[in-house]
């Protein structure tokens, strides 16, 4: 079993900058993926970015991509999340996810181990 903990999320203006981290309780091992989820209001969960952990490959929904960055402090079992240019349509609780093999990175269905959640609210 893995644990996931996060921490970062709020609330900022449109334009603004967020980061979250997650720290996972031990080693998920080379193949798997670690990265984040996210539901907004009345939505269902959705793939936002992962990172495979033996390479660092990453990976975003096309909605992040340019303002969302995802990097990791491995000896730290660590991913985190720098989110810049936040728009309201961002505005969702965060959760943390690790799926042990990379291929199912994108598919809520298929994650392992999933943190609690963080709220990220954008509005004017």
């Known amino acids: 079993q893995v644990d996931l903990q996060e921490s970062g999320g709020g609330s900022v203006q449109p334009g603004g900058s967020l980061r979250l981290s997650c720290t996972a309780s031990?080693?998920?091992?080379?193949?798997?993926?670690m990265g984040w989820f996210r539901q907004g209001p009345g939505k269902e969960r959705e793939f936002v970015a992962a990172?495979?952990?033996?390479?660092?490959?990453?990976s975003y929904t096309d909605s992040v991509k340019g303002r969302f960055t995802i990097s990791t402090d491995i000896p730290k079992n660590t991913v985190s999340l720098q989110m810049n240019n936040l728009k309201p349509e961002d505005t969702a609780t965060y959760y943390c996810?690790?799926?042990?093999?990379?291929?199912?990175?994108?598919?809520?269905?298929?994650?392992?181990?999933w943190g609690k959640g963080t709220l990220v609210t954008v509005s004017p």
């Open positions: 996810a690790g799926t042990a093999q990379w291929l199912w990175h994108r598919d809520p269905a298929r994650v392992n181990y």
């Open positions: 990172l495979r952990w033996g390479d660092e490959i990453t």
């Open positions: 031990k080693d998920i091992g080379s193949s798997s993926a």
